[in-house]
């Protein structure tokens, strides 16, 4: 186990799970809202916590009461909160976040209107107690004096920046880091074309650090500190993606914690990899390890008719679930009758009506859309049963999302 500083972003992510991305003049409803711990170095720092290490974060919050949300929720996550600074008037960072259920890609709104993290803060931090250094390339002018103060005073501690945005001076900060991440944002914006013409570009400038370059789908590039030459770890398909929110901050705490760990690069890459596809097959980052083995399919698909209804346990949701196809689509409800909060099928099997297109609780007769749920007929009439989100991977699993 390491300890490990991260200088960077915490910020409130408000994430909406919309079935499509939202175009001009739309408007949608969301299925689901949630609000959770955000911001890249907060993130990867809750990977780390969960792979084992000890970690503590050097961020800015705002006074407002979601400032307490944010620590609360930072403490929650085991990351150290003893180095934030504090801005009484300023307002905590907070991300808008769509969640597209249909292919589980986001796009983020962000508000910023709080001080950056100042030089004086970093400076009043023990940082040799920590093995590991992270940092969030962004705040340039205070970062620039921080990884001075990190390169004189650390003797043997790694220093790792993440360059994901190009902002102005962000360059000079990259002889100072042992490990870069590059992301293809930052490669497009100095008018790279993939992530190989970014690192030949940027080896020979920095040929004593490791450098990466994850390119989405495709996959990360990587040269080896002190080793000529470019290798590719292709992507790990993954189907089906339900949430690439933070995929990318996981990514980076996985090669932390196998370069910690004593591993090659390679090796490191190769299992950041497959942690990153690992996290966009579930919602948010929450016991990310444990998903390893809990995400399982729930059924197949060849098992559900529009005939009759397939009732299975969803061990991830702790619920039984009442599969059955209406027209082309596979709906999904809660096996729970709103009328008495009762099985469907406690008394009897769910009939199904096909004409009708209904289906009704074995207990007190209440008959159920089958399209949507909505009662039309019996004690709990206008009432729904509650829809449960699924997908349909290529093979014809089906998972809960
Ligand atoms: C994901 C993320 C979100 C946050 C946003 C900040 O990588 O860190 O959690 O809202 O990016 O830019």
Partial sequence: MAKILGIGNAVLDIVLKVPHAVHDDEEIRASHRHTQIGGNVSNSLYVLAQLGHQTAICTTTGGDSEAKQLINGLKERQIDVEHIQR??????????????????????VHYRDLPELSFEHFAKIEIEEYDWLHFEGRNIDNLKGMLNIAKTFLTHQPISLEVEK?????????????LIFFSHHYAKAKGHDSAESLLK?????????????????????????????IQHQPAKSVSPVVDTLGAGDT???????????????????????ELAALKCQQHGLDKLLE?????????????????????V???????????????????????????????????YKIDVNPFEKTMKCSVHDAFFRIEDGVCVEGPCWDEALEAVDIQINEQGEIFIV
Avoid at 94 to 103: D, F, G, I, K, P
Avoid at 259 to 271: C, P, R, S, W
């Fill in 87 to 108: 801005f009484i008037k300023g307002r905590t960072p907070t991300s808008y976040v769509t969640l597209n259920a249909s292919n589980g890609h986001r796009a983020i």
């Fill in 166 to 178: 190009p902002r102005d001076g962000i360059e000079t900060l990259l002889p100072q880091a042992n």
């Fill in 201 to 229: 570009a940027m080896q020979p400038q920095l040929p004593n650090s490791h450098l990466i370059c994850t390119w989405g789908d495709q996959g990360a590039w990587f040269c080896t500190a002190g080793h000529a030459g």
């Fill in 251 to 273: 990514f980076n705490a996985a090669v932390i914690h196998h370069l910690l760990a004593g591993d090659t690069l390679d090796k490191a890459v190769k299992e950041a990899t």
């Fill in 291 to 311: 998903a390893k083995q809990t995400r399982k399919p729930i059924a197949h698909l060849n098992k559900v008719t529009n005939a009759k209804t397939l009732v």
């Fill in 313 to 347: 346990e969803a061990p991830s949701i702790g619920k039984s679930v009442v599969l059955i196809k209406y027209e082309d689509q596979v709906k999904a409800y809660i096996n729970n009758c709103p009328h008495q909060d009762v099985p469907l099928n406690e008394a």
